[in-house]
């Protein structure tokens, strides 16, 4: 019932698009941090000093062993809508790609 | 495969994607109206798009597209043939 074309059979060289990933800009980066994107706040609310696009934690009382704590999320700004396809995620906040050599070998680190 | 066809359908996935993020981002956050209207924006864009697509292009789903005769669904290329599908370009991203 189904035509196959032979066209179609054919595999892409590249499973995704490299520039989604490989050739992040520098600046998307905090320096020495190579897992989190360098997010600048938008102009106006949420994203201004005082109502950062993450909220920073600064005490969280009462912790337990084993229990994970995720900031909860604020609208700051939105990727278009291609770009957003693309790197996966719509908000910026949440982009943060590993930069090449890293998906390969990274040292530990200790502060 | 036609270039407007392959941009439409690039638009028109680049949307629903974004309307699956604000819908999640949503059912946190039901109370965000400037979410809320970014996702009522991309619904009311993406119904655009979609009859645009499917007037022009042919039914993108078997049961809530209509057809014209004889039945289109049928027709090549059928979706997870890679000549359906457009190339994500570096410059977007």
């Not at chain 1, 337990?64 to 291609?82: D, G």
């Not at chain 2, 109370?31 to 924006?41: E, G, I, P, S």
Request: charged fraction near 25%; proline fraction near 13%.
């Amino acid at each position: 019932m189904m035509n196959m074309r032979s066209s179609d059979s054919k595999m892409p060289e590249k499973p995704y698009p490299p520039e989604c990933y490989d050739r992040v800009p520098e600046s998307e980066y905090i320096p020495g941090n190579p897992y989190l994107p360098n997010i600048e706040p938008a102009p106006g609310a949420p994203g201004t000093p005082g109502y950062p696009c993450v909220p920073q934690e600064t005490v969280i009382e009462n912790v337990k062993l084993a229990r994970a704590y995720v900031p909860f999320q604020r609208l700051c700004s939105t990727y278009p809508a291609v770009r957003a396809l693309c790197r996966g995620t719509l908000f910026p906040e949440l982009f943060s790609p590993y930069r090449g050599p890293d998906k390969k070998h990274r040292p530990p680190q200790y502060e | 495969m036609d270039s407007n066809r392959e941009e439409l359908l690039k638009q028109l996935s680049a949307l629903d994607f974004t309307i699956i993020e604000l819908n999640l981002f949503l059912n946190t956050h039901p109370r965000d109206r400037n979410a809320l209207m970014k996702y009522n924006t991309a619904v009311e864009q993406a119904k655009m798009l979609r009859m645009e697509y499917e007037r022009r292009y042919g039914p993108l789903t078997a049961y809530y597209s209509t057809s014209s005769y004889p039945w289109q669904w049928i027709c090549n290329p059928w979706p997870w043939h890679y000549s359906f599908n457009f190339r994500l370009a570096g410059e977007e991203c």
